[in-house]
């Protein structure tokens, strides 16, 4: 299979894990509007690039805080380490910066995500 096949797939595999998420996320009251909203019109990728180069948190990811449910927020997903091919290290490190700017001990939080998922696949 050529790479770019690959690629295709793993940004069919994120989409698919967003919009699980973004469902997850309206039954705890929180339906994440801009974000589908980026996801219709740029597919989940560059939405996702795009909220995590924007410098500032935005209020997603403070909403997720206040749930307690930064696990669930874009800013993660990049970091997983089966999404790296999706995105370049800026990315990934501004995404680890937002992080780090909520006190959110990443690594820490990363392994119970990346335990969590692989226990459930």
Do not use: C
Request: glycine share 4%.
């Amino acid at each position: 299979m050529s790479a770019s096949t690959e690629r295709a797939k793993l940004a069919q595999r994120f989409s698919g894990d967003m919009r699980q998420g973004v469902s997850e996320l309206a039954r705890l009251g929180y339906p994440a509007t801009v974000f589908q909203r980026m996801m219709a019109d740029h597919g989940a990728v560059e939405a996702a690039r795009r909220l995590v180069l924007d410098p500032t948190p935005t209020y997603g990811l403070w909403r997720l805080q206040e749930l307690k449910r930064l696990d669930a927020s874009v800013e993660m997903w990049v970091l997983l380490p089966w999404y790296e091919p999706l995105f370049d290290q800026p990315i990934r490190d501004q995404a680890e910066r937002k992080l780090r700017l909520l006190k959110v001990d990443v690594d820490r939080e990363l392994r119970q995500l990346v335990a969590r998922l692989t226990s459930t696949a």
